[in-house]
């Protein structure tokens, strides 16, 4: 925060990556992650509206409810490649909670509690527990976050608000922005992704993780993009995925390269288009009250959601 100024609002997401430490524990468990991100938003007096992770394998919607409800968090974060899909799983269980979170996000008043779901088919971290008669553990754990599954929840819950993070993955992007489109149909997430920002109110993607982009293909990247979001531009936010991209570079050039190739959608994607997706009851009534029950708030960023 201190090396972006610029930025007003953080949104953080986490992830819960606590049961692919088979027999061990990881460093950090997840319940004191979350009681970490539950301080660090409370010190943030409204500059910090952090998304709680939800594994439907090990936690119901009640943690979901409680997170929205009590604990300062304001959307959900999804990360099918650890070991789940949005939907079509074969433990009842897991498809139950999916199910009640759906229902949940989407009883929300004043909107459905926004969901961000890693939606990559280049990059991102995925299980590699074994699975009898899969060979490809990497491929079939990263078909889990296939656009096409969603397809099949948003048939069944189509007013959900839900972000395609990453926009099918950077490494299809550079190669559209050499090459064109991938001729393998199974590597082309983009046009499945591009069908529901057409077709569904409240579906969102994002370019997150996208800055090695902006930097050493930047005119076929940005001549690609802008031809393939044509009247869906306000469904574009601009996310950065840190700290995996402070590998590629820091945050002010991240920032700033995003700004010289896009410079009639940068404002958009970072403000009116980021505030249509996080208004919700979370942003507008249980955060400000999580504030005021620890720290305060500082109602200035509570209320860019209004500007």
Known sequence: M???????VWVPLMMDTESGYEGSSP??????QKRIMMDVTARGRGRIWPFFAYDPRS????AVRNAIEQEGFVGVKLYPPLGFKPC?????????????LYEYCLAGRGGPIPITAHCSWSDGVFSNRAVSGILNHKEYYRDMAHPAHWEKVLARYGGLKLNLAHFGGAGEWERRALAGPPAAPDRNWVDTILRLLKERENVYTDLSFHGILTAKNGSGYREALLDKIQGVEDKVLLGSDWYMSAIQGGLADYWRNFENLFPGLFDAMTGQNARRFLRSQATETFLPAFLASRNGFDSKFLDLLHH
């Open 88 to 100: 079509g799983n074969e433990d009842r269980a897991v498809e139950a909670n999916l199910e009640s």
């Open 2 to 8: 201190e090396e972006a100024r610029g930025i007003d």
């Open 59 to 62: 936690r119901t919607v009640d």
């Open 27 to 32: 460093p950090v468990g997840f319940e004191e």
